[in-house]
């Protein structure tokens, strides 16, 4: 057992030092061919995300203006639990936790359902937001993930400063496109009224 966590731990430590090779090698920048080697995580219009180890991963941006936005936000948030741990930052890149479980919508999708102690979540992670400085309260399904704890963690924070929104717009249309809106505002009226009766008419649902 302790030999395959010290297997595991040196395994872990060459991952990052190859890591930090690369990014020595590049005068602090890296490309998507240098992580070849690297399990990619996701690819969008901002950039991809590799994992480095089971505890890390690395944002590779396109755009640096995009990276400074997610850098100032990830800095803001770092005593605040449902943001990920920040570990570093380079020229076109960010190092920062890997969440090991899995977003909203592939929650929704898999378990059929929408239950209160999930919404109840989602309406403290939306304070907490509020909490932290961000004037964006709003968020995409896809970037709400759940920790091997079932807590909240949020991704792709980007936009967490560039507009003042104080209804989550995004999310509520997400979950509309899933079929899980009003079984949200189902619950939502009942945790929270007041932001029920904000939020009620913000999407037109139609009735099923």
């Given at each position: 057992m302790?030999?395959?966590?010290?297997?595991?731990?040196n395994r872990?430590r060459?991952e990052?030092?190859?890591?930090?090779?690369?990014v020595?090698?590049?005068k602090?920048?890296?490309?998507?061919?240098?992580?070849s080697g690297y399990?990619?995580?996701g690819?969008?219009a901002?950039g991809?995300v590799?994992?480095?180890?089971?505890e890390?991963?690395?944002?590779?941006?396109?755009?640096?203006d995009?990276?400074k936005?997610?850098?100032a936000?990830?800095q803001?948030?770092?005593?605040s639990p449902?943001?990920?741990?920040?570990?570093e930052?380079g020229?076109?890149?960010i190092?920062m936790e890997f969440?090991?479980?899995?977003?909203?919508?592939?929650?929704l999708?898999?378990?059929k359902k929408?239950s209160?102690?999930?919404v109840?979540k989602i309406?403290?992670?939306?304070?907490?937001?509020?909490?932290?400085?961000?004037?964006r309260?709003d968020?995409?399904?896809?970037?709400?993930?759940f920790?091997?704890?079932g807590?909240i963690?949020v991704?792709?924070?980007k936009r967490?400063?560039?507009?003042?929104?104080?209804?989550?717009?995004?999310?509520?249309t997400?979950l509309?496109?899933?079929?899980?809106?009003?079984?949200?505002?189902?619950?939502?009226s009942?945790?929270s009224?007041?932001?029920?009766?904000e939020?009620?008419?913000?999407v037109n649902?139609k009735?099923n």
């Amino acid at each position: 057992m302790l030999a395959d966590l010290k297997i595991y731990q040196n395994r872990r430590r060459v991952e990052m030092k190859d890591f930090e090779k690369i990014v020595a090698k590049n005068k602090g920048t890296v490309t998507i061919q240098d992580l070849s080697g690297y399990k990619m995580l996701g690819k969008g219009a901002d950039g991809s995300v590799f994992q480095l180890t089971p505890e890390k991963c690395v944002k590779v941006f396109v755009n640096e203006d995009t990276r400074k936005k997610e850098l100032a936000a990830l800095q803001l948030g770092q005593s605040s639990p449902i943001i990920p741990v920040l570990y570093e930052s380079g020229a076109n890149y960010i190092v920062m936790e890997f969440v090991k479980g899995y977003n909203l919508k592939h929650h929704l999708r898999k378990e059929k359902k929408l239950s209160e102690e999930i919404v109840g979540k989602i309406l403290s992670m939306l304070d907490e937001m509020k909490d932290v400085g961000f004037t964006r309260l709003d968020i995409e399904v896809r970037h709400i993930f759940f920790d091997e704890l079932g807590e909240i963690k949020v991704i792709d924070l980007k936009r967490a400063f560039i507009t003042d929104r104080s209804v989550p717009a995004k999310l509520l249309t997400g979950l509309k496109k899933l079929g899980f809106l009003k079984e949200f505002l189902d619950h939502v009226s009942r945790l929270s009224p007041a932001k029920y009766e904000e939020w009620k008419n913000l999407v037109n649902e139609k009735e099923n």
